[in-house]
Nanobody
Framework: VQLQASGGGLVQAGGSLRLSCSISGTNLRFSAVAWYRQPPGTERELVAQQFSGGGTNYADSVKGRFTISRDSRKKMVYLQMNSLKPEDTAVYYC?????????WGKGTQVTVSS
């Protein structure tokens, strides 16, 4: 199973970005997926997750601003990020959980300038 995140970059506060995660080697339909982030000098934290049944969970800090979604046919997972804040600056990682195993991709840097 391989995951590849993309779509990060530099954006001004208030702007938007959409992160994408390409997944290969497994059936996305039966997997839980999530986005984590690691701000500079801090621990990695959960941003958003979507369970195989479609239910979602978000960190309080991003509720109402971020949306996780998937396209199982294309094997893609997305994180739409709106109203970005400087505190959203971090390396973002996509993850997949399948049959009790967790898989991580390399991160993509998001930098929000004030």
């Amino acid at each position: 199973v391989q995951l590849q995140a993309s779509g990060g970059g530099l954006v001004q506060a208030g702007g938007s970005l959409r992160l994408s995660c390409s997944i290969s080697g497994t059936n996305l339909r039966f997997s839980a997926v999530a986005w984590y982030r690691q701000p500079p000098g801090t621990e990695r934290e959960l941003v958003a997750q979507q369970f195989s049944g479609g239910g979602t969970n978000y960190a309080d800090s991003v509720k109402g601003r971020f949306t996780i979604s998937r396209d199982s046919r294309k094997k893609m997972v997305y994180l739409q990020m709106n109203s970005l804040k400087p505190e959203d600056t971090a390396v973002y990682y996509c993850t997949l959980t399948n049959w009790g195993r967790d898989y991580w991709g390399k991160g993509t840097q998001v930098t929000v300038s004030s």
